[in-house]
């Protein structure tokens, strides 16, 4: 599809320029003197260098991503490049816009004296400064910054907003988060510049998953320990490093027995916690149903001695 509407912009481009000797040989040579046509035709050959230089940057963008995979388990090069690519496009497309449209207008002399009172008047500097302090400008250098420090990357696990999902879509002017129950969440770039969020593959994709289950006193603390190294060698789940059982907090009711598992990744650990929280409930409840949490209430008898 790029290839194609990069050869229909190279031909609409040969026709601009040749368009002279075309009118020519219609004997309409008057047409190409006119200043509408002079301007006209300046404009359209500024818009067609623009679109097969958009076109080309597509092209390059679509070659370097195909030797990158994502899907892969270590993919954490691969999308640190992969989003750098998407940003530079991004950026490359929107200077070349920017910089057509302002070609085009200067080519205009109305607007060209216009724009070179406002230069001479105000200053390039000033302009830029007006511009930036924009919401949309602002939105624009938000996002060049993230492509420059890459805070996150395309498909990091993140938790912002109080929701867990995966950075799907970075442009330079919103993030596109997909939530782990499929909807979409929306932010500008300047949110991840203003407010904190959490990034669970900054660095490493592996992570650590916490499972919290309340019981008795009663409960003996080594079976578990022993239940939860004999579920977590027989499980895939589980990448055979993190492995914790600890009494982190007890309360009047009930002991908070907190476990530490690991996983190569977000969606997995979550598995994970999930089977290791069913097993050990289950555990609990086959061979020590006495050690379940409960509420004593002691009922003490008293002889009332009436007179």
Request: with cysteine.
């Amino acid at each position: 599809m790029k290839r194609t509407r990069l050869v229909i912009s190279t031909i609409l481009l040969i026709i601009l320029i040749a368009s002279k000797n075309v009118l020519a040989l219609l004997n309409q040579p008057e047409i190409w003197d006119s200043n509408f046509f002079i301007t006209l035709k300046n404009a359209l050959i500024i818009a067609c260098i623009s679109w097969i230089s958009i076109e080309v940057v597509g092209i390059l963008k679509t070659r370097l991503l195909k030797k990158y995979d994502i899907t892969n388990e270590d993919n954490l090069k691969s999308r640190k490049l992969i989003t750098q690519i998407n940003l530079l496009e991004k950026v490359i497309v929107f200077i070349i816009i920017i910089t057509s449209v302002g070609l085009i207008l200067f080519s205009i002399e109305s607007i060209k004296e216009i724009g070179i009172g406002i230069f001479a008047s105000a200053g390039v500097v000033g302009i830029i400064i007006g511009l930036s302090a924009q919401k949309i400008m602002g939105a624009l250098l938000a996002g060049i910054q993230i492509a420059i420090t890459q805070p996150f990357r395309v498909d990091d696990a993140v938790v912002v907003e109080n929701e867990w999902g995966w950075i799907e879509e970075i442009n330079l002017t919103y993030v596109v988060v997909r939530i782990w129950d499929k909807r979409r969440l929306v932010l500008p770039s300047t949110y991840f510049l203003e407010k904190p969020f959490q990034n669970w593959t900054r660095t490493t994709a592996d992570i650590i998953g916490t499972v919290f289950i309340y019981t008795d006193y009663t409960v003996p603390i080594e079976p578990l320990r022993e239940e939860l190294t004999r579920l977590l060698n027989d499980c895939d789940l589980w990448d055979k490093n993190v492995n914790v059982l600890q009494v982190t907090d007890s309360t009047p009711k009930a002991m908070e027995i907190r476990i530490l598992v690991s996983a190569k990744n977000s969606p997995t650990a979550w598995d994970l916690r999930v089977f290791i929280r069913e097993k050990m409930i289950e555990f609990i409840q086959k061979n020590y149903p006495e050690s379940l949490p409960r509420t004593r209430i002691n009922l003490e008898n008293k002889n009332i001695n009436n007179d």
